[in-house]
Every structure is written in structure tokens, then in C-alpha cells.
């Protein structure tokens, strides 16, 4: 078995409002010196051996990922 994360963030061009209002807080709390925040999503998968990263590709593609405004990125991690 193995480990695989995706990271799932909007593309730099696209409004993150929930970003922008973390942003926006965060002064309001005593947090300064944060100039942006972006907010994205985070997948964990436990696969098999057999599942190669093409699979997990296609998987964070087609079902984990609206890839018109966001980005992914898949890694495999120490269990």
C-alpha cells in the first residue's frame, strides 16, 4: 500500500475569495505581515502498489480536480 496526496489549488489567475477573507482577517486578528492567502484542497489516498502515477494522474484529473481554475499536484508519501 501506498500513501498519495493531491493538492488541489486555484490557478494563479482566479479570484480565491476565501483566500481574500482569510487575507482580510488575519490584520483584524494581530496578524500582520501576511500579504496574500490562497485556499485550495487536500486528498489523501491509500492504493495499491499497482496504481502508477499515470492512474493517480487521471484521477486527480478527472474527478478531484476542476482543471479549468484549478491546478493539482500528486505525490507519494512516507505511510
Same mark, same amino acid.
Given at each position: 500500500?501506498?500513501?498519495? $496526496? $493531491?493538492?488541489?489549488? @486555484?490557478? !494563479? +489567475? %482566479? #479570484?480565491? @475569495?476565501?483566500? !481574500?477573507?482569510v487575507?482580510? *482577517? #488575519? @490584520?483584524? /486578528?494581530?496578524?500582520?505581515?501576511? =500579504? =496574500?492567502?490562497? !485556499?485550495?484542497?487536500?486528498? &489523501? /489516498? &491509500?492504493?495499491?502498489? =499497482?496504481?502508477?502515477?499515470? *492512474?493517480?494522474?487521471?484521477?486527480? +484529473?478527472?474527478? #478531484?480536480?476542476?482543471?479549468? %481554475?484549478e491546478?493539482?499536484?500528486?505525490?507519494?508519501? +512516507? =505511510?
Amino acid at each position: 500500500m501506498a500513501r498519495v $496526496v $493531491v493538492d488541489v489549488m @486555484p490557478k !494563479q +489567475e %482566479i #479570484l480565491d @475569495p476565501q483566500g !481574500q477573507a482569510v487575507a482580510n *482577517a #488575519l @490584520p483584524r /486578528l494581530g496578524f500582520d505581515g501576511v =500579504s =496574500s492567502v490562497r !485556499q485550495g484542497k487536500r486528498f &489523501e /489516498l &491509500e492504493v495499491d502498489d =499497482s496504481v502508477d502515477d499515470a *492512474a493517480l494522474a487521471r484521477i486527480a +484529473e478527472t474527478l #478531484l480536480t476542476n482543471t479549468v %481554475i484549478e491546478d493539482f499536484t500528486v505525490r507519494r508519501v +512516507e =505511510s
